[in-house]
């Protein structure tokens, strides 16, 4: 018996957003459902108020970073896991690590692969740590609507404002303060299961204002939407990339989803530096430049070698449940 976990009403889409975007954001809960279903696998949908429900073979969940998601997950998490150990979906190690800034950059710098960075856990340390030039990041938080840019002297004297203006204010802290990096592109790189694979996005240069950076975003938990510095919608500039740029990244990506034992990862990398990685993201490959186009690079971990796939936007059925059936696979459900 599979135990699947609701996923709470947080993550409803609204009914404005583009019909691709709605189908590959379905919830979590369904798209296990509907997989299950399809090979004939006993399964329940449950949430937390019957624990009779709780007890199974495998539990699978979403568990992301939503106050009011946090706020029932955390207080379970513990118990489910003692329960069910690596049956279980997310892990202990990669749940730990989820939205966790700073115990994510304790794991990268191991690596070599991390930005250096400062711990300040309350606003006082805050203030003597934060300079021009530097980015401020609440070690909680996705998207950048929990970290701002000082780009100025002026900005030193409105901190305290801008955490106001982060979504986490009140659970700002531990933050940490890194220096900016000044580079063209963001690259976010995607392993799935047995599969690495990738592309890189322009980076804005100029910000509307520092609790702005790092895409003059505009969001809901539904919608993204970016900015230039007038005020006008940006159409980032995306490319794919070559087998160089891909191979640079193989081997931190294969020990680091050993280490947490976990079928999906997506890392966020500027100028070679992991900035935040995350074991929970949006099926997105499919709406950028480079799948319109009807392809793109991969890495194929079991035969080592790369390979041109050939994916048009039409062919959503593949993303939409590429993340959940690797999941099911890695937990031996399916094959």
């Not at 694979?197 to 975003?217: C, D, H, M, R």
Request: proline share 2%.
């Amino acid at each position: 018996m599979v135990i699947v976990h609701k996923d709470h009403e947080v993550y409803s889409l609204d009914e404005s957003v583009q019909t691709v975007k709605k189908i590959l954001n379905e919830f979590y809960h369904s798209k296990f459902e509907k997989l299950l279903k399809s090979n004939n696998i006993p399964y329940i949908i449950t949430d937390y108020e019957d624990y009779d429900d709780l007890v199974g073979d495998y539990f699978v969940g979403r568990f992301a970073h939503a106050h009011s998601d946090v706020e029932l997950h955390s207080q379970n998490f513990d118990m489910l896991y003692d329960y069910y150990g690596e049956k279980m979906w997310p892990n202990q190690k990669a749940y730990y690590y989820y939205d966790d800034k700073v115990r994510q950059y304790e794991l990268l710098e191991r690596y070599g692969i991390h930005i250096p960075s400062i711990t300040c856990n309350d606003l006082d340390e805050l203030l003597n740590n934060t300079s021009v030039g530097t980015v401020v990041k609440s070690a909680y938080g996705a998207g950048g609507e929990s970290s701002f840019y000082i780009w100025n002297q002026e900005h030193l004297n409105h901190i305290e404002e801008y955490i106001s203006n982060c979504y986490n204010s009140e659970d700002f802290f531990p933050c940490i303060v890194q220096e900016y990096i000044d580079h063209d592109y963001e690259y976010h790189i995607f392993s799935t299961f047995d599969e690495i694979y990738g592309y890189k996005k322009k980076i804005l240069k100029e910000y509307v204002s520092p609790t702005s950076f790092p895409y003059n975003n505009v969001s809901t938990w539904t919608t993204f939407s970016y900015k230039d510095i007038g005020g006008g919608d940006y159409d980032a500039e995306y490319k794919a990339l070559n087998e160089r740029e891909l191979e640079d990244f193989i081997e931190f990506v294969v020990d680091i989803k050993t280490e947490l034992n976990t079928p999906n990862l997506k890392f966020d990398i500027v100028n070679g530096k992991v900035f935040e990685f995350s074991y929970l993201y949006n099926d997105t490959m499919q709406i950028t430049d480079i799948i319109n186009q009807g392809n793109y690079l991969s890495y194929d971990l079991k035969s080592n070698s790369f390979i041109n796939r050939n994916y048009s936007s039409g062919e959503i059925s593949h993303w939409n449940y590429l993340q959940t059936k690797s999941i099911l696979r890695h937990l031996g459900i399916i094959k």
